[in-house]
């Protein structure tokens, strides 16, 4: 029997301009898988529905998911959540994005638990919210369409904007299924891969490099 979460969609983001990483985030192999084949498969443990949001389904192709392209030619990944909430088929969305390779389903399973009376809910770090692995319901909608229409970019801003409905999940709660955090890593830059990745990973990227 599957035990998906309740009135979800799973979403991963594969946007972004990769200025500071030479090869797609998204593909970059962490123990044996691409990072966006490691969080689909995990996406789809969690949730019935799941799919991709991206302007470039050429690449994603092969996989075994949906995909759907911004509705609003604004970069950023506001427009993508944007894209999210008009296309899935549930009441709220869970979202991550494709470079982050160690997202924890225990984590993403616990705060699904706190939706109850918020339209948001997103893991707070450092004293910052983690707006790309958060949950969204479908009535943050409209405002989210106000604030990218607005001008305005960083989810960041409209996490502090929507305050009073959204549920920040604690460090303290992170850690009881995260101990260290690692759901938030993602990776931006080679220093990144350097820094998270085993050696063995390392190794795969640097070669990948070389044959560019």
């Not at 969609?9 to 044996?32: D, Q, S, W």
Request: charged share 30%.
């Amino acid at each position: 029997m599957n035990n998906f979460i309740e009135n979800c969609t799973g979403v991963i983001l594969a946007g972004g301009e990769n200025k500071r990483m030479p090869v797609l985030k998204g593909f970059i192999e962490v123990e044996g898988k691409k990072i966006i084949e490691r969080n689909l498969k995990i996406m789809k443990q969690c949730f019935k529905e799941t799919f991709i949001i991206t302007n470039q389904p050429e690449l994603y192709s092969y996989l075994d998911a949906p995909m759907f392209g911004d509705v609003y030619d604004i970069r950023g990944p506001m427009t993508g959540v944007f894209t999210a909430l008009l296309n899935s088929s549930e009441r709220w969305i869970f979202v991550s994005a494709c470079d982050m390779p160690f997202i924890n389903p225990a984590l993403i399973r616990y705060m699904a638990t706190e939706r109850d009376n918020h339209d948001i809910v997103a893991p707070v770090r450092d004293n910052r919210p983690e707006p790309l692995f958060s949950f969204y319901s479908s009535r943050t909608t409209t405002s989210i369409e106000r604030f990218i229409l607005s001008g305005k970019r960083a989810l960041k801003d409209f996490l502090l904007f929507y305050d009073k409905r959204v549920k920040y999940v604690t460090t303290e709660e992170i850690r009881k299924r995260d101990l260290e955090s690692r759901s938030f890593i993602n990776l931006n830059t080679p220093d990144d891969v350097d820094q998270y990745l085993r050696p063995e990973d390392r190794l795969k990227f640097k070669e990948r490099l070389k044959r560019r």
